[in-house]
C-alpha cells in the first residue's frame, strides 16, 4: 500500500528545523543536507534536533509534507484570489501561474528539483510527489473548467498541463518563444480540448 505523508502541526522548533533543512536543500542540495547542518542553521545541538526527528530521513519526509502542503495552500489562495471569471481568463490565469518559474531559477524551482532527486531514492517521498501533484492538477481543474466537462476530459487537460508546466519550468530559459505567446497557445489547446468535449 502506498504511503503517502501529510503536514500536521508542528512545534516552534520542530517548524525551525524544517525551516533550516528547506533552505539547505535549496542551498546546497540533499548531498550536503546532514543534521549537524541543519542543526548548525536552527541554532541548536545535534541531539536537540534528533529528538524532534531521529534521522535525516525523518527531516527530509516531514520537511516533504510541509513544503508540498504550503504550495497546494499558496495555490488554492491564489485562486480564490482571482478575478477571472470566463473559463478562458480562468484557464490563461493558471496558465500565467504555471509558467511563471520558467523565466528563473527560482527557490520552488530549486527545492523541486532536490525533491525529485530525492523521490529517486525514497518512496515515502515520491509517493507524496505524486499525491502533491494529484492534489495541484485536481485544483487546477476545479478552478479552471465547468462543471459540465467530463471527467476522462478533465484528466486529459490535467495531463497536458501538469507535465507542461514541470517541463518548461526546467527549460524555457532555452526556448525563443515569448511567454505570453506560450500562454495564448497552451490556453488555445486546453480549450480546444474543452470546446471539442462541450460540442
Known amino acids: 500500500m502506498d504511503q503517502i505523508i501529510t503536514a500536521r502541526n508542528r512545534s516552534a522548533k520542530e517548524a525551525q528545523i524544517l525551516e533550516c533543512a528547506l533552505k539547505l536543500l535549496i542551498e546546497i542540495g540533499d548531498a550536503g543536507l ?10 541548536m545541538r545535534l541531539s536537540n534536533v534528533q529528538y524532534y526527528f531521529k534521522s535525516r530521513d525523518d527531516v527530509l519526509i516531514a520537511m516533504v509534507a510541509q513544503y508540498f502542503d504550503e504550495c497546494a495552500k499558496s495555490l ?5 484570489e482571482s478575478i477571472a471569471e470566463s473559463e478562458r ?23 523541486f528539483r532536490e525533491i525529485w532527486a530525492i523521490s529517486s531514492r525514497n518512496e515515502i517521498v515520491d509517493n507524496s510527489l505524486m499525491d502533491y501533484y494529484r ?55 486546453v480549450l480546444s480540448l474543452v470546446k471539442d468535449d462541450m460540442s
Open 34 to 43: 546532514t543534521m549537524r547542518r541543519i542543526a548548525d542553521c536552527a541554532g
Open 76 to 80: 488554492q489562495k491564489m485562486t480564490e
Open 89 to 111: 481568463e480562468r484557464v490563461r490565469f493558471l496558465v500565467t501561474a504555471g509558467l511563471s518559474h520558467g523565466q528563473q531559477i527560482s527557490d520552488m524551482c530549486r527545492a
Open 135 to 189: 492534489r495541484f492538477a485536481d485544483l487546477m481543474a476545479e478552478y479552471a473548467l465547468s462543471d459540465e466537462l467530463d471527467t476522462a476530459d478533465r484528466e486529459k487537460v490535467k495531463a497536458l498541463l501538469v507535465p507542461y508546466f514541470e517541463g518548461y519550468s526546467v527549460t524555457a530559459r532555452s526556448l525563443a518563444v515569448e511567454n505570453n505567446v506560450v500562454e495564448d497557445m497552451i490556453t488555445d489547446i
